[in-house]
């Protein structure tokens, strides 16, 4: 089923829909039937054309029609005001194999039969739209609840459901893990042959790192570990880790400080892409 451009504008009447485009927009592109030839395009020229002039677009934008504010901002240098551009809009689901979630819509603008941008749909999960918009908006607060479970929901969906990604499997751990059970006192873990799946935590290691495990401070590390001692990106891995339902996470405080020339060697044998390995935060 094809949506009205009220459903995905996300008004709930065709009288809203007006108040955010100009009424040359709404009886023009957002009228059901050229929008339906919009959304229903798939090849790259394809979709809803129609001409208009640049001073009418100006216009409309100055009086707060939403879309032609936005072909203004998309118009280039090169399209001389006098012009009569014909304006081809279409949406389809990305081409571009990397955008996530997979078959997210893009919205295509051409001007003059020549590609001008793209640009990606989103909305809100309880906007009537979502029932036709797969992508939803970008979580900006990345230490929220919400992000950490859709995070989750990703890796969930990876590990179950893709056939090419490789599962983790239980096998044996680093020599030296954090247990993360209780993020505000995790503890160190010497393994000793312990069978599980940790998290391991990839990061340019700065100049010092004072709270390396060293022979003075392993048997506190061992009963506990001062939370407020470690840096935040620690902090938050451990957080990670404990919120993804697992124990153990791997990262530089695991190590036991020699020379920091070692360390890094023993840092990139042990990253170099073990199946116990559940999951890799950078
Ligand atoms: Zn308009
Ligand atoms: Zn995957």
Same mark, same amino acid.
């Given at each position: 089923m094809v949506p009205t451009s009220a459903t995905l504008i996300g008004n709930a009447t065709e009288r809203q829909t007006i108040a955010t485009v100009c009424q040359t927009c709404t009886t023009g592109l957002f009228s059901r039937d050229s929008f339906s030839k919009a959304w229903s395009s798939r090849s790259l020229y394809d979709g809803f054309s129609? +001409?208009? !002039?640049?001073? %009418?677009?100006c216009a409309s934008s100055s009086q707060g029609c939403s879309w032609c504010s936005l072909l203004l901002a998309s118009k280039d240098d090169t399209m001389? /005001?006098?012009? $009569?551009? %014909?304006? !081809?809009?279409?949406i389809s689901p990305s081409r571009n194999k990397g955008a996530t979630p997979y078959g997210v819509q893009v919205l295509k603008l051409m001007f003059n039969n020549i590609p001008n941008s793209t640009f990606y749909i989103y909305t809100i999960a309880n906007n009537p739209a979502s029932d036709y918009i797969i992508a939803r908006d970008i979580l900006l607060k990345v230490s929220s609840p919400t992000t950490?479970?859709?995070?989750?929901?990703?890796?969930?969906?990876?590990? $179950?459901?893709? &056939? +090419?990604?490789? &599962?983790? %499997? +239980?096998?044996?751990?680093? !020599? /030296?893990v954090i247990d993360c059970s209780d993020p505000k006192g995790p503890t160190l873990v010497i393994t000793g042959g312990l069978k599980d799946l940790y998290v391991a935590l990839s990061y340019v290691w700065g100049e010092s790192q004072p709270n390396c495990t060293t022979t003075q401070n392993l048997s506190s590390y061992l009963k506990k570990i001062n939370a407020d001692l470690l840096p935040q990106t620690t902090k938050d891995a451990i957080t990670t880790t404990c919120a993804y339902g697992l124990r153990y996470l791997w990262e530089i405080l695991s190590v036991f400080y020699r020379t920091r020339a070692q360390t890094r060697i023993a840092r990139s044998r042990r990253c170099a892409g073990s199946s116990e390995m559940h999951t890799s935060l950078s």
């Open positions: 129609y +001409h208009t !002039t640049w001073e %009418q677009i001389v /005001r006098e012009d $009569l551009p %014909q304006i !081809t809009v279409g950490c479970n859709l995070a989750f929901e990703c890796m969930n969906e990876c590990i $179950l459901h893709h &056939k +090419h990604c490789p &599962k983790p %499997q +239980h096998g044996d751990l680093p !020599t /030296r």
